[in-house]
């Protein structure tokens, strides 16, 4: 199956070309194989920590019924908009650029990080199921939200919880109008992705 947003596949690591002389928690030293020795180390690191990020996200696909076993977050900007997660200082970086504009930069925890990864999955896979259930009784906002809420409830209850306080705000700011009343009384079947 293919996947319907685009997914960045660099399974390079080692964006970032660590300098012994300016890197944090490194001294200069005049013995440059022992530099090289502590660099090395600092560059697994980051691979491990993007990597357990990977195992991750390929798990919580795997649990609303999208397996995507290669799946490998973007380590480089491509400059569509598409997020993409550096490490730098051992802090994960969460970066959307385009047309050569920085649109978000977050320091993030690793439970962040997947929280905007798969929130962004399971909003299009919840805009894409109120599209394809849409019937006489028209579009509503209410319908892709409520879904979304419970793919990310699925995944992670605090998500959810986070993700209907967002939604519940929204509604107050923006209320439903009168023509998306009907569609909002019937939730979408998201038995596909596992849940009843």
């Known amino acids: 199956m293919k996947d319907p947003l685009p997914i960045e596949r660099d399974l390079s690591r080692g964006r970032h070309e660590a300098n012994p002389n300016r890197a944090p928690g490194f001294k200069h030293t005049e013995n440059p194989q022992k530099s090289s020795q502590r660099l090395t180390v600092m560059h697994r690191t980051n691979s491990d920590v993007l990597a357990a990020l990977d195992a991750q996200m390929q798990a919580l696909l795997a649990k609303i019924n999208r ?4 799946f490998t977050l973007a380590r480089e900007p491509r400059d569509d908009g598409t997020p993409y997660v550096e490490v ?8 959307r650029r385009e047309q050569g504009t920085l649109l978000e930069h977050l320091h993030a925890t690793p439970d962040e990080v997947l929280f905007l990864a798969m929130s962004r999955f399971t909003l299009h896979y919840a805009q894409q199921a109120e599209m394809q259930a849409r019937d006489a009784r028209g579009y509503s906002r209410w319908r892709w939200m409520d879904a979304h809420t419970r793919l990310m409830a699925h995944l992670n209850p605090a998500w959810g919880a986070r993700l209907e306080e967002r939604y519940s705000h929204e509604l107050t700011v923006n209320p439903l109008h009168a023509n998306e009343m009907g569609a909002a009384l ?9 849940i009843d």
């Open 67 to 70: 397996p995507h076993p290669d």
């Open 88 to 95: 730098a200082d051992d802090t994960l970086i969460w970066n």
């Open 186 to 194: 019937v939730p979408l079947d998201l038995r596909d992705f596992g």
